[in-house]
């Protein structure tokens, strides 16, 4: 008996014994695999350096030919993207390939009841969708946007569906749309989001031409409207720009996106949720000093 209960102990340590090498040998492989992703994480993103301060609360630069990352700030932080929704807008619009020469009315459900935001297009104008698609796009004009998206067959619920059919297809899985002109807070994305949404953008010629405008008129009855670009970059000669599109709601805060050239090197920038009328300026051309290897001229803190 006493040699049967010491066979069965001796198997017991035996069976422990096998199972501690297991745990310390599975142990020092995951050791391993962390240590390994964490040095593989570490090559290919780069936080904001120490030397250049960004007061915009998300921020990304990405090299649009290679994909490296040069400056991350909360990249994957969900937010109100505003008016940056007026991108996807466009692509949408002419991936439809409607009529942009077909003559379309500002009615009075274009005019925001959301957040009442202000419009130099009067109820009744009536323009070339293409005239709309460029109010949206340079001069960010929500009633043009809205227009765009009443007209859209199938009505502005077709129109809503389909820009957000197309984010997935683009990969924007952190994307969501409700509106077309993007005063629903319920218009959200990240940083890295984006910085894919706008390189998308930037491979249709009218967007990159139209966001680039630095303004136009347009006829509304016996009165000529002018509109300018609300990117205040685009008239800076130190700038080369190829897309841009600002936005700003109190939710989102200000916004501004980018396809830019910086030390012939292009890039994709996004800055999201600026406090301050001047600082996602400030941010880019903070930016830009810093690619371009200047020292940051030292400017005052924005509100």
Not at 40 to 54: A, D, E
Not at 56 to 78: I, N, P, R, Y
Not at 141 to 150: F, I
């Amino acid at each position: 008996m006493a040699r049967r209960y010491g066979i069965v102990i001796l198997w017991i340590i035996l069976c422990v014994g096998l199972l501690d090498v297991q745990g310390a040998t599975g142990f020092s492989k995951s050791s391993k695999s962390i240590a390994a992703h964490k040095k593989h994480s570490s090559v290919k993103v780069m936080r904001t350096p120490r030397n250049l301060i960004l007061r915009s609360a998300s921020a990304l630069v990405k090299d649009q030919q290679t994909g490296e990352f040069l400056v991350q700030k909360q990249t994957e932080t969900v937010l109100p993207i505003a008016s940056i929704t007026k991108l996807m807008t466009a692509m949408v619009v002419l991936d439809a390939q409607i009529d942009l020469d077909e003559s379309i009315t500002i009615e009075p459900t274009d005019v925001d009841t959301l957040c009442y935001s202000p419009s130099r297009l009067p109820v009744g104008t009536s323009l070339s969708r293409e005239n709309a698609l460029l109010l949206t796009l340079m001069a960010s004009e929500n009633r043009a946007a809205h227009a765009l998206g009443r007209t859209y067959p199938g009505g502005l619920e077709a129109f809503v569906i389909a820009m957000n059919v197309k984010a997935k297809s683009l990969g924007l899985f952190r994307t969501r749309f409700e509106d077309t002109s993007g005063l629903s807070s319920g218009n959200t994305s990240s940083a890295q989001d984006l910085a894919l949404m706008v390189d998308a953008a930037y491979q249709y010629s009218i967007v990159r031409e139209f966001t680039t405008r630095e303004e136009t008129t347009i006829q509304s009855g016996r009165r000529t409207l002018e509109f300018h670009n609300t990117n205040r970059l685009i008239q800076n000669p130190r700038w080369q720009i190829g897309l841009s599109k600002t936005g700003f709601t109190n939710e989102a805060g200000r916004c501004l996106v980018m396809q830019a050239s910086v030390a012939q090197r292009p890039l994709l920038i996004v800055l999201l949720d600026a406090q301050g009328k001047l600082t996602r300026f400030a941010d880019a051309n903070r930016i830009r000093q810093w690619i371009e290897g200047k020292p940051p001229a030292r400017q005052k803190r924005q509100g």
